[in-house]
């Protein structure tokens, strides 16, 4: 099981919308992953400035580590959700920042970085982890959701999706891999740092370090297809593009609809039923071993 949607807008006139939209995606998605779910929402950037989506153990726990970040960095801006902050700082102190988050505040995880990616997830029901971290007020360019049902590993919100792969970069998975404890010890020997025993977050590794070995995130998820064993459909998001891969097989289930106004995914065609405009929709089953991939 699990569930993944997506919603990948072209028309700048519903991103106002996408929280709502996606929400409401991702709830449809609750009988397939009821364990826990996350989101990554691409919203606004400013030039100069990355934003670290960083996790703490409680609300008043992350609260109390933003006042303490806004002192001791004052170009530093903190927005709180729930026990998530997302901190705005400029480029030049992102690696002084994350330095003082494993020296001073060793309970938190940093689990997204970029320029406008911001990602959210917690163990639960998709509804109420949505409604904690306000995701149908958020606004932005794309979003991509996931409810997890764990196969690889426990239930807790390491185990939980999206994982970053990068700047900008996220992935979320239904499937499972076979291959994903040999392939840890690899990357490990290749300097890649892993936090838990799920199949995912070596995917999402896998990726990281195709990438850093020079390919570009389509050319990586080509290549996966030879590395990676099991069966997978893959939706990942960039700063500003949108993919999809399934495995050879594709026996999980996925559909797409595109529209001029979006680009959407839903692992069930009751995701995509309520979007806007559906009944005009181009509507396909992506097909095995391919890549596809919008940018905007
Ligand atoms: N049911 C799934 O698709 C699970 C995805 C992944 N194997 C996990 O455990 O997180």
């Not at 997506?6 to 609750?30: H, I, V, Y």
């Not at 929402?41 to 609260?63: D, H, N």
């Not at 705005?88 to 970029?114: D, F, M, N, Y």
Request: proline fraction near 4%; aromatic fraction near 8%; glycine fraction near 10%.
């Amino acid at each position: 099981m699990c569930g993944i949607v997506g919603l990948f807008l072209k028309d700048p006139t519903l991103e106002p919308e996408l929280g709502r939209l996606t929400a409401a995606m991702l709830a449809t998605m609750s009988d397939r992953g009821p364990d826990s779910a996350g989101f990554a929402v691409y919203g606004t950037g400013e030039a100069g400035q990355t934003k670290l989506t960083v996790r703490g153990t409680s609300p008043l726990s992350i609260e109390e580590r933003a006042a303490e970040i806004e002192a001791a960095f004052p170009g530093a801006q903190t927005a709180l959700h729930d026990t998530h902050a997302v901190i705005s700082v400029p480029e030049q102190e992102v690696e002084a920042l994350i330095k003082w988050l494993e020296r001073e505040a060793p309970e938190t995880e940093i689990v997204g970085r970029g320029a406008r990616m911001e990602i959210f997830k917690e163990v639960g029901l998709p509804a109420q982890v949505a409604e904690r971290f306000g995701l149908a007020s958020m606004r932005g360019t794309h979003a991509i959701g996931h409810t997890r049902m764990a196969t690889e590993s426990a239930v807790t919100t390491d185990g939980a999706h999206p994982y970053s792969t990068g700047k900008d970069q996220c992935l979320v998975h239904n499937g499972s891999l076979s291959n994903h404890n040999n392939l840890r010890r690899e990357l490990r020997r290749e300097g890649l740092k892993f936090e838990t025993e799920n199949d995912t977050e070596v995917a999402a590794g896998y990726l990281t370090w195709r990438m850093r070995e020079g390919l570009s995130l389509g050319d990586a998820l080509k290549v996966s297809l030879d590395d990676l064993d099991g069966f997978y459909t893959f939706v990942v998001g960039t700063e500003n593009g949108f993919g999809v891969l399934r495995d050879g097989i594709a026996c999980k289930p996925a559909v797409m609809a595109e529209t001029d106004r979006y680009v959407a995914f839903g692992s069930e065609y009751r995701v995509l039923a309520d979007l806007p405009g559906i009944d005009q929709a181009r509507i396909w089953e992506p097909e095995p071993a391919t890549v596809y991939f919008w940018e905007r």
